[in-house]
T-cell receptor, first 113, second 116 residues
Framework: DTGVSQDPRHKITKRGQNVTFRCDPI?????LYWYRQTLGQGPEFLTY????????KSRLLSDRFSAERPKGSFSTLEIQRTEQGDSAMYLC???????????FGEGSRLTVL | DQQVKQNSPSLSVQEGRISILNCDYT??????FLWYKKYPAEGPTFLIS?????DKNEDGRFTVFLNKSAKHLSLHIVPSQPGDSAVYFC???????????????FGQGTILTVHP
């Protein structure tokens, strides 16, 4: 399967714990995006990488959130000291250079108790 | 500020008929528009897109129409099939610094149900 893959698919955690999500983009795509989707809403942009450089972060990405793409391949999204409001689907997407069509993974659903 | 709006939360259509999903936007800087389809527990899947230099783009059963003056786009599915039942998201993007990239602004989605 050469699509975008995300891990884990579902994470249940207690408030205050740290969680990390991983995304493996389509191999030839050098752009990688993180989005968050809550119930009844469309996905909301969080951050964007071109290769290993993080080029933009949304205001939604508080100090408790950090994303990395250390070698320009896979990416991680870490949420520290989780809060119940962090419960959402975290979507990763990738695209080729000069393409505005994003290919999404299946998402990582976070439930904070 | 909701820059992309899908005002119909749901749409129910009979198999074989036309489904029309609507989307409005407010940001005049948007110059590229996309439709995504999403099944439960899956990520959004790209369906069709249109650049602002066009007013229509067709791909099989799917056609997207863009009315720039009204800041409105629509997705037509003809004929509708039960397998088309899903959530449909409209999305838009704007060029940033002369470079196009994939930061998309999504609408809230419309749940399409196609009855056999």
């Amino acid at each position: 399967d050469t699509g975008v893959s995300q891990d884990p698919r579902h994470k249940i955690t207690k408030r205050g714990q740290n969680v990390t999500f991983r995304c493996d983009p389509i191999s030839e795509h050098n752009r990688l995006y993180w989005y968050r989707q809550t119930l009844g809403q469309g996905p909301e942009f969080l951050t964007y990488f071109q290769n290993e450089a993080q080029l933009e972060k949304s205001r939604l990405l508080s100090d408790r959130f950090s994303a990395e793409r250390p070698k320009g391949s896979f990416s991680t999204l870490e949420i520290q000291r989780t809060e119940q409001g962090d419960s959402a689907m975290y979507l990763c997407a990738s695209s080729a250079v000069r393409s505005r069509e994003l290919f999404f993974g299946e998402g990582s659903r976070l439930t904070v108790l | 500020d909701q820059q992309v709006k899908q005002n119909s939360p749901s749409l129910s259509v009979q198999e074989g008929r036309i489904s029309i999903l609507n989307c409005d936007y407010t940001n005049s800087m948007f110059d590229y528009f996309l439709w995504y389809k999403k099944y439960p527990a899956e990520g959004p899947t790209f369906l069709i897109s249109i650049s602002s230099i066009k007013d229509k783009n067709e791909d099989g059963r799917f056609t997207v129409f863009l009315n720039k003056s009204a800041k409105h786009l629509s997705l037509h599915i003809v004929p509708s099939q039960p397998g088309d039942s899903a959530v449909y998201f409209c999305a838009a993007s704007a060029q940033a610094g002369g470079t196009s990239y994939g930061k998309l602004t999504f609408g809230q989605g419309t749940i399409l149900t196609v009855h056999p």
